[in-house]
C-alpha cells in the first residue's frame, strides 16, 4: 500500500531535549516535506527537500533541522526544542514540486512542555 | 501564488449535494485550482485540481467559472464522511508548496 509514514505519532517532552520525527515513503517519490499545523494559522511548510542531498527552507524553518540521505526518508529534527514548537507536524511526499497531489503522513502531535 | 476566500463554515444534508465555493480574484494564468480535504486531525488529502475546464472524478467535480475568478467544489451525495475542512488552493507548477488557509469547515448533518 501505497504511504507515507511518521513515527512518533504523539510525543510529550521538554525543553531542550533534543529530539527526532521519522518520515518515510514506499512510493519512491523525489520531492518531500514537512509542514506544522496550529490553531487558526492553518498548515505552514517548514523545510522541503527536491532530491537526496537537497534541501530547503520553507516558511518557518526556524529551530528544525532536517536531512535526507536516503530517497524514502526525511527526518526532521528538534535540537533544542520550545515551548512554541507544540505543534501537529504533517510530512508529505510527491512525484516532484509541481506535481497535483501530494501524500501526506498521518501526523506527530507534539508538545514540548 | 494567488490567495484563495472561502466561508469558514457550511452545513450540508446527508444525501444532498455540498456546493463549496471559492474566490481567486487575483489567480495567473497559469495557476491551477487544487482542493484538498482534511477530516479531522488526519493528514490533508488530495481531492480534485483543475486550470480552466470543468473536472469530475470519483470523489468530486469542480466548476471554474470563465473568468477564472471563482470556483465551486461539489460532492454531489454527501455522506457523514465528507465532514472535514475543505481547502481551496491556487499555485502555479513551479511553487515549492501547498498554501493551506483556514478553508471551509463542512458538517454533513444526518
Known amino acids: 500500500e501505497a504511504q507515507v509514514t511518521q513515527n512518533p505519532r504523539y510525543l510529550i517532552t521538554v525543553t531542550g531535549k533534543k529530539l527526532t520525527v521519522t518520515c518515510s515513503q514506499n512510493m519512491n517519490h523525489e520531492y518531500m516535506s514537512w509542514y506544522r499545523q496550529d490553531p487558526g494559522l492553518g498548515l505552514r511548510q517548514i523545510y522541503y527537500?527536491?532530491?537526496?542531498?537537497?534541501?530547503d527552507k520553507g516558511d518557518v524553518p526556524e529551530g528544525y533541522k532536517v536531512s535526507r540521505k536516503e530517497k524514502r526518508n526525511f527526518p526532521l529534527i528538534l535540537e533544542s526544542p520550545s515551548p512554541n514548537q507544540t505543534s501537529l507536524y504533517f510530512c508529505?511526499?510527491?512525484?516532484?514540486?509541481?506535481?497535483?497531489?501530494?501524500?501526506f503522513g498521518p501526523g506527530t502531535r507534539l508538545t514540548v512542555t | 501564488d494567488a490567495k484563495t476566500t472561502q466561508p469558514p463554515s457550511m452545513d450540508c444534508a446527508e444525501g444532498r449535494a455540498a456546493n463549496l465555493p471559492c474566490n481567486h480574484s487575483?489567480?495567473?494564468?497559469?495557476?491551477?485550482v487544487y482542493w484538498y480535504r482534511q477530516i479531522h486531525s488526519q493528514g490533508p488529502q488530495y481531492i480534485i485540481h483543475?486550470?480552466?475546464n470543468n473536472e469530475t472524478n470519483e470523489m468530486a467535480s469542480l466548476i471554474i467559472t470563465e473568468d477564472r475568478k471563482s470556483s465551486t467544489l461539489i460532492l454531489p451525495h454527501a455522506t457523514l464522511r465528507d465532514t472535514a475542512v475543505y481547502y481551496c488552493i491556487v499555485r502555479s507548477p513551479q511553487s515549492q508548496n501547498f498554501v493551506f488557509g483556514p478553508g471551509t469547515r463542512l458538517s454533513v448533518l444526518p
Open positions: 527537500s527536491m532530491n537526496v542531498e537537497v534541501t
Open positions: 483543475g486550470l480552466k
Open positions: 487575483t489567480i495567473s494564468g497559469n495557476e491551477y
Open positions: 508529505a511526499s510527491s512525484l516532484g514540486p509541481g506535481s497535483y497531489e501530494q501524500y
